[in-house]
């Protein structure tokens, strides 16, 4: 049945919601959008007159999708080469959804990101749905056609994975700032020393090239191999301007609500560095450079104002 103008609206309206809860489950912007342009397509063929409630069939329609992209994408990264890192969105970008909540500011973080893929894809949808968006148990049990029972199992049994798996600060965005502030100091003063000072013992740093870009597949693990690396990694060089094609411009920004680096290039984004945080110091550093991940970034940067401009260049 074709839709009228007011279908396509219903569906316009719950497209932000249907973005940020695949991003969320999947963990990759270009999967999200798919996976919403697959619910249209399922939407536009339904005969919308018999669907009581449209909100509550596109996101069973989503999530269900979801869940089946996430039991191949689990296939598939068992061929990815080097290390599967989420896909970091800038601060501003629409797909990260609400930010009303302390629960739902953390349910996007990038360390978030990365205990999901620990999970099953039921525990998944389950903790994402809740947390981030506060749906009732019954909702979601109908979603995923399981009990309420078992709803409430699988987010508890999920919501012990992440708070055992990391300790959350919440920081603001100035705060944020800062602390990529000091670690860019630190990390182009060629010595090793300061940025030890910035991390904690047990820090710990892996990137994602995709195999596209060169990227540590095993992490560098304990603060002075990670601050070794950092003091390379941000030293200026021919090899890495003819690497990425020009002058990379280095950044502070936000990504996932938390402090980033941003190396860009003629506009174009090139890697984009998550540092995680405790009130004892960085304890993770998280680097996407696989150039597939970096699209969705690089529209967004490209669209906004950067008025403080760059703190280094390579």
């Given at each position: ?23 969320r489950l999947l963990g990759s912007a270009s999967e999200a959008e798919d996976a919403v342009q697959e619910t ?87 903790y994402v749905l809740r947390e981030a968006f506060d749906y009732p148990h019954r909702e979601i049990a109908e ?89 390379g990694l941000f030293k200026p060089g021919a090899a890495k301007r003819a690497h990425v094609g020009g002058t ?67």
């Amino acid at each position: 049945m074709a839709l009228i103008t007011s279908d396509v609206d219903r569906f316009q309206a719950a497209r932000p919601r249907l973005e940020a809860i695949a991003y969320r489950l999947l963990g990759s912007a270009s999967e999200a959008e798919d996976a919403v342009q697959e619910t249209f397509l399922r939407w536009q063929a339904a005969d919308v007159r018999r669907i009581e409630v449209p909100e509550a069939w596109l996101t069973k329609v989503l999530t269900n999708w979801c869940l089946n992209m996430l039991t191949s994408a689990r296939a598939r990264r068992e061929t990815y080469v080097g290390r599967w890192l989420p896909e970091p969105l800038l601060t501003g970008d629409p797909m990260l959804g609400p930010a009303d909540t302390a629960e739902q500011r953390e349910s996007v973080s990038y360390a978030v990101l990365v205990l999901l893929e620990r999970l099953s894809p039921n525990e998944r949808a389950v903790y994402v749905l809740r947390e981030a968006f506060d749906y009732p148990h019954r909702e979601i049990a109908e979603v995923l056609e399981i009990s309420e029972a078992a709803s409430q199992q699988l987010y508890h049994r999920a919501k012990k994975h992440i708070t055992n798996g990391r300790a959350h600060t919440e920081i603001d965005e100035a705060a944020a700032r800062r602390i990529v502030e000091e670690f860019l100091a630190a990390a182009t003063t060629g010595r090793t020393e300061p940025l030890v000072r910035l991390l904690t013992q047990d820090a710990f740093a892996v990137g994602d090239g995709g195999g596209k870009v060169p990227a540590r597949t095993k992490a560098f693990e304990g603060a002075l191999a990670v601050a070794t690396f950092m003091r390379g990694l941000f030293k200026p060089g021919a090899a890495k301007r003819a690497h990425v094609g020009g002058t990379p411009e280095i950044y502070a920004t936000t990504a996932n609500g938390g402090p980033a680096v941003v190396a860009v290039v003629e506009g174009r984004v090139v890697g984009i560095i998550c540092l995680e945080t405790t009130a004892e110091g960085i304890v993770a550093i998280r680097s996407q450079v696989n150039p597939d991940k970096l699209v969705r970034a690089t529209e967004q940067w490209s669209a906004a104002d950067h008025p403080e401009g760059p703190l280094h260049t390579l």
